[in-house]
């Protein structure tokens, strides 16, 4: 069974430093795109971008470019977003989801992780 | 980049009716186009993908359609269990943008 199970709920202050998890199982996870997408309170999905972890082929969305790092691990087939100084605005939900189709042609996102609360507040 | 344009923003339908939410591409996409659906406080959930190809296990009366710049989103007969924002994205190339979303409620 495809699995993806992201890392737990954040509250983090203005200024520091954050990476959440996305560890996948049931598959091989250097033959799929996966990616991260977020939604604010109350507000529709966002895509972030997503990674190919067999060659570490990663696409931006060009509003988030150069906010956010997107990364993998093939010995651990984990995925991560971090951010290196985070503001008030990144507050929000994030998940990550996997292509469902295999290569590097472009899938619509199936399976969905349970997705991560990042909460930062002075 | 494409721009995903979705309308209306909310509907609110009763039960047993016909609903249609429609969802504009910026640029011709083919059919490059799939559907999710969260409920509140959940997680988004596949409905439909490449336009018009319902996904495994999605209910019969959701339906897709649409070719280009246009598509839609069918729901035959509205049940209680289908209140939910839905959402189109794009999925022809980098960003693969979301539309804004559609809020279904019950009359």
């Known amino acids: 069974e495809v699995q993806l199970v992201q890392s737990g709920a954040e509250v983090k202050k203005p200024g520091e430093s954050l990476k959440i998890s996305c560890k996948a199982s049931?598959?091989?996870?250097?033959?799929?795109?996966i990616g991260w997408v977020r939604q604010m309170p109350g507000k529709g999905l966002e895509w972030m971008g997503i990674?190919?972890?067999?060659?570490?082929?990663?696409r931006y969305s060009p509003s988030l470019q150069g906010q956010v790092t997107i990364s993998a691990d093939k010995s651990t087939t984990t995925a991560y977003l971090q951010w290196s100084s985070l503001k008030a605005s990144d507050t929000a939900m994030y998940y990550c989801?996997?292509?469902?189709?295999?290569?590097?042609?472009?899938?619509?996102?199936?399976?969905w992780g349970q997705g991560t609360l990042v909460t930062v507040s002075s | 980049d494409i721009q995903m344009t979705q309308s209306p923003s909310s509907l609110s339908a009763s039960v047993g009716d016909r609903v249609t939410i429609t969802c504009r591409a910026s640029?011709?996409?083919?059919?490059?186009l799939a559907w999710y659906q969260q409920k509140p406080g959940k997680v988004p959930k596949l409905l439909i993908y490449?336009?018009?190809t319902l996904q495994s296990g999605v209910p019969s009366r959701f339906s897709g359609s649409g070719s280009g710049t246009d598509f839609t989103l069918t729901i035959s007969s509205l049940q209680p269990e289908d209140v939910a924002t839905y959402y189109c994205?794009?999925?022809?190339?980098?960003?693969?943008?979301f539309g804004g979303g559609t809020k279904v409620e019950i009359k």
């Open positions: 989801a996997r292509h469902s189709g295999s290569g590097k042609y472009a899938h619509w996102f199936d399976p």
């Open positions: 049931g598959y091989t996870f250097t033959s799929y795109w």
């Open positions: 990674i190919y972890p067999g060659d570490s082929d990663t």
């Open positions: 640029q011709g996409i083919s059919n490059y």
């Open positions: 490449a336009a018009s």
């Open positions: 994205q794009e999925y022809i190339s980098a960003p693969l943008t």
